[in-house]
């Protein structure tokens, strides 16, 4: 007997969720999504909703919380105009790896493809931004279908998408009525593993960073977790860390080795270390401004990213490292030599500004808001 006999399929969609660890749900209700809503306000207890005036709010906000907290965002919205609202938000979620649920409504099931009021194919529309893209049609594929939505905005770092009709919002499980194929349940429970990459090519990586004199480490997004490793590494190779918009915190801008931000909202001293690096060591980013980054043929290049297809995509690597960026970072540490007497490196102080090293020679104090818009 299923755990949700009896169970309407909005409130199947709403415990399902509440089992990922969702506690918050930005939206705005409507007719198409009005099933949900109401299983959302019986559990008001146990899952927050907070009203948005507009449906992109919600998609941003779920962006946000998702980026802000490690845990899943999650959006709904009616259906139609409600649903197409949502879509400048997720766009933000696929572009920074943001793992994002967007449930919505859609209308009656025996009405679509009719013309029907605000009768949108929503499957179509959603097909580009989302990972997990599927309508829930009966309350038997309810459960599964959130734990699949979950599971791949998870694994995939972005958004997955459900839709469901007004009137199967409505529709009651009664009794285990699966199909014969279907165990119930079976999607449940799982755990996204820690991923490292292949020894050998840790040893690769180690190789390059110990022979190079002016290693520049990129910190992005995906080394948020990673803080203590990234100035580990930093202080035992002498590289001063340079930081994408997204991963503003993963030291401090007033940690000595923190050169500030780089790109159109970046430092002056940014710049000059990728100007004269002769190693970009990316963590965790895969940091669009190409025009930044060391010249071509400049630079040995290695990235950590958890993603394969993010290896290369801004800047030709000798080595790239596809794991956890803790993880790989902490496998990575035992196998660096300690320099201690390297020139390239960076003194950088709150009250002081920014005051950069390379050769020798000291550059002049520049202030840390100072913006390099201009190069």
């Known amino acids: 007997m299923s755990e949700y006999e009896s169970m309407r399929t909005a409130d199947i969609v709403a415990e399902a969720v509440m089992d990922w660890n969702v506690d918050t749900i930005f939206g705005l209700p409507g007719d198409g999504i009005n099933g949900f809503i109401e299983a959302l306000r019986r559990r008001q207890d146990k899952i927050r909703f907070i009203l948005v005036r507009h449906e992109e ?4 906000m779920a962006c946000a919380y998702a980026k802000y907290t490690g845990k899943l965002g999650a959006c709904v919205a ?5 649903a197409i609202h949502l879509l400048n938000g997720l766009y933000d979620a696929k572009a920074d790896n943001t793992p994002v649920i967007a449930i919505t ?3 009656y099931s025996d009405l679509m493809n009719s013309e029907y009021q605000q009768d949108v194919n929503l499957l179509q529309l959603y097909s580009d931004v989302a990972v997990y893209n599927t309508m829930i049609t009966s309350p038997q594929q309810a459960g599964m279908a959130v734990d699949l939505a979950c599971r791949a905005a998870f694994a995939n770092r972005g958004v997955s998408h459900l839709t469901i009709p007004i009137d199967v919002q409505e529709m009651k499980l009664k009794g285990s009525k699966y199909s ?5 349940e079976h999607t449940s429970d799982v755990d996204i593993p820690i991923i490292l990459p292949d020894q050998k090519l840790l040893e690769k990586a180690a190789n390059i960073l110990n022979s190079r004199e002016k290693v520049v480490i990129l910190a992005g997004q995906g080394a948020l977790a990673a803080g203590e490793e990234v100035i580990a590494i930093a202080e035992k190779l002498g590289a001063p860390v340079v930081k994408a918009l997204l991963g503003k915190a993963v030291i401090p801008d007033d940690h000595p080795m923190s050169l500030g931000g780089l790109g159109l909202l970046g430092t002056e001293p940014a710049v000059d270390a990728m100007n004269e690096a002769d190693t970009l060591f990316m963590v965790g980013t895969s940091f669009p ?17 958890i993603k394969p297809d993010k290896i290369g995509i801004r800047y030709p690597v000798d080595v790239g490292l ?5 993880a790989t970072l902490s496998a990575l540490l035992p196998l660096l ?6 020139e390239f490196k960076v003194d950088a102080t709150r009250n002081e500004g920014m005051e950069y090293t390379s050769k020798g020679k000291k550059h002049q104090e520049r202030k840390t808001n100072q913006t390099t818009s201009h190069r």
């Open 180 to 184: 014969k194929h279907k165990v119930s």
């Open 289 to 305: 401004y190409t025009d930044y980054l060391p010249k071509l043929g400049q630079a040995k290049g290695i990235q950590i990213d």
């Open 57 to 60: 709010s919600a998609a941003f």
């Open 322 to 326: 596809v794991g956890d960026s803790k």
């Open 78 to 82: 009616t259906s139609g105009p409600g």
């Open 337 to 342: 030599h300690q320099k201690n007497d390297v």
């Open 105 to 107: 409504g859609s209308t």
